[in-house]
């Protein structure tokens, strides 16, 4: 089952990458025709729900019957792909609730996913140093720091994206060693079906970094 989680997330990857490519080519040809409205709208997702409404610009040429189709289509086609997104997120979640909890519970599915994605496998998300864990995609920003000292070090990856890490302000650093720390534990006790563990787990990492458990299904 690890393997299906595997490829679901990184279908959800591509998706995701071919989203936001034609999100953008959308706004550009739709800035032609209204740029007012392409520049007050920031969210690609609230962008495509409210371009589809706009007949005629406030700035720029009206649109002809067949440029507006073809807009239309191209708008379609990335609300297309904003559904699959969230049907592959749903299938991940249940997924990684059944082969992975407790580090579902502490990384949230889709991050959890990530890692287990990153490591091949969940013996291996089990076996890697929770130092490993910590840096799983951040390899370049690490290889340009080993080729030259004046880089910084990384000091997270894929876990920079949970909400504890983003939350730890001048902390991060160390917020990322710990739930990197905790994701490791979680990861053994996934791989050999142990108990629960995630939910003391979280209260640790609270207790010293406060709270961010609600915001924990990324």
């Given amino acids: 089952d690890d393997q299906l989680i595997i490829q679901a997330v990184t279908t959800l990857e591509q998706i995701e990458h071919v989203a936001n490519r034609l999100v953008k080519k959308a706004r550009e040809w739709y800035s032609l025709h209204n740029p007012e409205f392409e520049h007050d709208i920031e969210d690609h997702e609230a962008f495509i729900a409210k371009a589809r409404t706009q007949a005629r610009g ?5 649109l002809s019957k067949e440029d507006k189709q073809a807009i239309d289509e191209l708008i379609t086609s990335v609300e297309a792909l904003y559904n699959e997104r969230e049907r592959l997120r749903a299938y991940i979640a249940k997924k990684m609730e059944a082969v992975c909890p407790n580090t579902t519970a502490l990384a949230g599915p889709i991050i959890g996913a990530k890692l287990l994605s990153h490591a ?18 951040a390899e ?11 880089h910084k070090a990384p000091k997270y990856g894929i876990i920079f994206n949970h909400p504890l890490v983003q939350r730890a302000g001048k902390e991060r650093g160390k917020a990322a060693r710990a739930l990197a720390d905790k994701l490791s534990l979680c990861a053994k006790v996934d791989r050999f079906k142990g108990a629960a563990c995630a939910e003391k787990f979280i209260s640790q990492l609270e207790k010293r970094f406060g709270t961010w458990a609600s915001d924990s299904s990324s």
């Fill in 140 to 150: 370049r920003a690490l290889f340009r720091h080993l080729r030259n000292k004046r």
């Fill in 58 to 62: 406030v700035m720029g040429g009206s």
């Fill in 120 to 137: 091949g496998s969940l013996d291996r998300l089990a076996s890697v140093p929770s130092s490993t864990l910590q840096l799983f995609g």
